[in-house]
């Protein structure tokens, strides 16, 4: 069964600093892509960054500068460094996993990490 374990959320203070990990562990034949969501009460659902095989990064307009995520594929792990956060960072934060599961297999899965809370204070 294919997991994602999160961690390194907590409460920080408006320009602090947090770094996310979520390793993924399970019967995977490669991973396309990874990255996380975050979600706010009351807020829809928002991509704040991902990370692709070739090592292509995408972001959130709002965390661009701030956020940096980062992927080790030796351990398939990927990290979120956030940096000068900002109490509209606060959120629950979901790591997500893009993978193929068997070579020659085009199908690709999504899974999803049970997130963990950001919280930044003012």
């Known amino acids: 069964q294919v997991q994602l374990v999160e961690s390194g959320g907590g409460l920080v203070q408006a320009g602090g600093s947090l770094r996310l990990s979520c390793a993924v562990s399970?019967?995977?034949?490669?991973?396309?892509?990874m990255g996380w969501y975050r979600q706010a009460p009351g807020k829809q659902r928002e991509l704040v960054a991902r990370i692709t095989s070739g090592s292509i990064t995408n972001y959130a307009d709002s965390v661009k500068g701030r956020f940096t995520i980062s992927r080790d594929n030796a351990n398939n792990t990927v990290y979120l460094q956030m940096n000068s956060l900002k109490p509209e960072d606060t959120a629950v934060y979901y790591c997500?996993?893009?993978?193929?599961?068997?070579?020659?297999?085009?199908?690709?899965?999504?899974?999803w990490g049970q997130g963990t809370q950001v919280t930044v204070s003012s």
């Open positions: 399970g019967s995977i034949f490669s991973i396309n892509g």
């Open positions: 997500f996993v893009r993978a193929v599961l068997r070579p020659g297999v085009t199908y690709e899965y999504l899974y």
